[in-house]
């Protein structure tokens, strides 16, 4: 059921993501239905990691509205390219979204300014496959080791979120909304913080960073197939070993 609306964050957010919130949440509460659960897993102040699926490119918009319905606003980690894009990057930047440089020089720029906001008490929501599920059901695939890595260097919460109902409005890499006048259900649950304790005193180690990752992930798949009612893949689909769609992924980057 739809999850009571919480008060908002005490840290002023820029004015640019204020009239986000007030155009497209109204837009999103016209076109689409909800179904929010877990709110209580939340955190209602403080800096926190929400880790989401990714399968539609407007289901960052499902997991914000979410968010902000939770008096939580969240700041996205978002692959460089999209900095790129006239006016876009420009409004991402004074939205305060964190740019994230995959296999270059600066790839450490975007933990650092992750880290930054989550000292600031502010929450960082990330999609840790890094890119739409190549999984042909949707489900989430094998992730990279980014979230794990932020959280054991900070030592901040991760709020696994599951999500399903954005591909009826936006199918993969589809180039129109469709079903807008069927008002597609969203589901969006949150569940308690992943349990990393056994992991924190090991923030430098990467083989750590993939086991918290992987546990943030099942943690994930696990809710979206209570959403969905299925029973997920034994095993996630790894795009490493479909070089394919590894090369699509990097060609899709430099677009």
Known sequence: MTGVKRPPSHHPLPWSYGLVIRTVRPTLQVLTRRNWSGGEHVPRQGGFIAAANHYSEIDPLTVGHFLVDQGRPPFFLAKSSLFTVPLLGAAL?????????????????????????LEEGLPIAIMPEGTLTRDPDLWPMKARPGVGRLALTTG?????????????????????????????????????????????????????????????????????????????????????KHPRDRKNDHKKDQA
């Open 156 to 240: 901040a919460p991760v709020i696994p979120i599951a999500q399903w109902g954005a591909q009826e409005l936006l199918g993969r890499y589809a180039r129109r909304p469709g079903n807008v006048f069927k008002r597609p259900m969203q589901h969006v649950q949150a569940g308690p913080p992943v349990d990393l304790s056994d992991l924190m005193d090991r923030p430098d180690d990467p083989r750590a960073h993939q086991e918290a990752t992987r546990r943030v992930m099942a943690a994930i798949t696990a809710m979206l197939a209570d959403i969905r009612g299925e029973q997920p893949p034994p095993e996630p689909y790894d795009m490493a």
């Open 93 to 117: 930047r004074h939205l305060r979204q964190v740019p994230v440089y995959r296999a270059t020089s600066k790839a450490g720029d975007a933990l650092e300014s992750a880290r930054s906001t």
